[in-house]
């Protein structure tokens, strides 16, 4: 430390090439102020009104490009965090790694960071492996722009001018449909091995491809990957999950060797050669969903993916002779502690799945009232989709899936009809009884004894 101290205070000045941005008029890249949130065009009104810079950065401004519909904003400033949070009165200082805040307008929130500095290796908060700890350093735009991740995602844009600054051509980029890391890509994989997912959701989802310099490192750094939180590396893969663009990501993910033993939830999700097929069909239902803007649960995505795994151990535990439903369960928490450690998976989230997979063997039962309770249960429509595909995947009967949806959106008459019609239920194997021994009588006994 002191070391690293003294090298800050009597090391030579260095001249650093000074980068003159390009400045993109509107005629050029057509996005019009009008395109983007209320929130976003208030947040940075305010803060320029305030005698601050201000830009739309980042994502937002990539999708709009592109044609996409951006999902959320994101505001650089000049404006330090405190005076960010001053200036807003709904407003939240948020983070530890890198302070921002969190500006709340209507139903949205817009993310505001300062600009970062460039910081050397020596004054940077590294752990052993060069992944950088800390980073509340400030600096000016241009430092700000060489401090992020791809070139796609270091364009500001100025609702007052309708003007991009683009310090690394990156609208030129996007044209090309190239995705091109800033910097050296060994050393931003170090900083944060996070990029290396990153690089390949946003070549999936955008459909750039990953420039050479930046794809060729990935598998050789992707041990890495081990050294990131499980709570950061869940929330990433869900990024990807829920990106719209999962089957194709994973299929990348494959290729660049970022799976077995690296990614728990690649593991769980590749190596699955019974519900491969089941798997797939729920990925792909997951994209559909997402690209139709419809809701999509992280509980019924992780309720599919390890389906496969408490089967297994289900059958496994009917077949040494424990009954369906306890069996059930305790195959349920089997699978589920054996992931915690792994993939962080929230509690909410685990409930949400095992509501999901209890409902399972009900969907079996055809009689009496145990339908009419069924369709009542607030997690019935998202079981009878989990239903559904699984028959799709050819594991059940597509008979059941479709009795049930009937059964659900039917009239009184018919469901009566419906149960008469529905085959019995098998009956369970019996089990065998054991003959108790008739106790003698008190005559008998003596008689015995006699005899003897």
């Not at 209507?106 to 752990?127: C, K, L, M, W």
């Not at 663009?245 to 190596?271: F, N, S, W």
């Amino acid at each position: 430390m002191i070391r690293k101290l003294l090298r800050k205070v009597f090391k030579r000045p260095t001249q650093s090439a000074h980068r003159e941005p390009a400045l993109i008029p509107v005629e050029r890249h057509g996005i019009r102020r009008e395109q983007l949130s209320p929130a976003a065009r208030k947040t940075c009104t305010v803060l320029q009104e305030a005698g601050f810079k201000a830009f739309v950065v980042g994502g937002a401004v990539r999708d709009l490009l592109i044609g996409h519909p951006p999902k959320d904003y994101d505001v650089a400033t000049s404006a330090t965090p405190e005076e960010v949070r001053a200036l807003f009165r709904r407003s939240r200082i948020i983070g530890r790694r890198f302070k921002i805040v969190h500006v709340m307008s209507g139903p949205e929130t817009i993310e505001v960071s300062t600009f970062r500095a460039n910081q050397d290796a020596e004054s940077t908060e590294t752990d052993a492996h060069g992944r950088v700890l800390r980073d509340n350093v400030y600096g000016n735009q241009e430092e700000d722009a060489t401090r992020r991740d791809f070139t796609v995602n270091a364009l500001y844009y100025d609702p007052g001018a309708e003007t991009i600054v683009d310090y690394h051509h990156g609208v030129a980029d996007i044209q090309q449909k190239t995705l091109r890391m800033i910097g050296d890509p060994r050393t931003r994989y170090r900083e944060d091995p996070v990029r290396m997912l990153r690089a390949v959701r946003l070549a999936a989802k955008l459909g750039l491809s990953i420039d050479p310099a930046a794809r060729h490192p990935i598998r050789d750094m992707a041990a890495l990957l081990e050294n990131v939180p499980a709570a950061r590396l869940f929330d990433e893969m869900l990024k990807l999950l829920f990106s719209g663009y999962a089957v194709k990501c994973l299929q990348q993910l494959r290729e660049e060797g970022l799976h077995h033993g690296l990614l728990p939830l690649l593991d769980v999700i590749l190596g699955q050669p019974l519900g491969e097929r089941f798997v797939w069909l729920s990925l792909e239902n997951t994209d559909e969903r997402v690209r139709q803007d419809k809701s999509v649960s992280p509980g019924f995505l992780f309720a599919t993916l390890l389906w496969h795994e408490v089967l297994s151990a289900w059958e496994r535990k009917k077949a040494a002779g424990e009954h369906a439903q306890p069996a059930l369960f305790e195959a349920m928490d089997e699978v589920l502690d054996a992931q915690a450690g792994k993939l962080a998976i929230t509690r909410r989230i685990v409930g949400d799945i095992k509501d999901i997979w209890a409902l399972q063997p009900r969907f079996d039962k055809r009689s009496g009232k145990t339908p009419y309770r069924l369709i009542e249960q607030p997690r019935y429509r998202a079981g009878w989709d989990f239903l559904r595909l699984r028959a799709q995947a050819g594991e059940i009967s597509m008979e059941l899936v479709d009795w049930w949806d009937r059964f659900a959106h039917a009239g009184h008459d018919e469901r009566d009809a419906l149960l008469r019609e529905a085959p019995a239920e098998a009956a369970p194997a019996a089990k065998k009884r054991r003959r108790r021994r008739r106790k003698p009588a008190d005559g008998e006994a003596v008689a015995s004894a006699d005899s003897a």
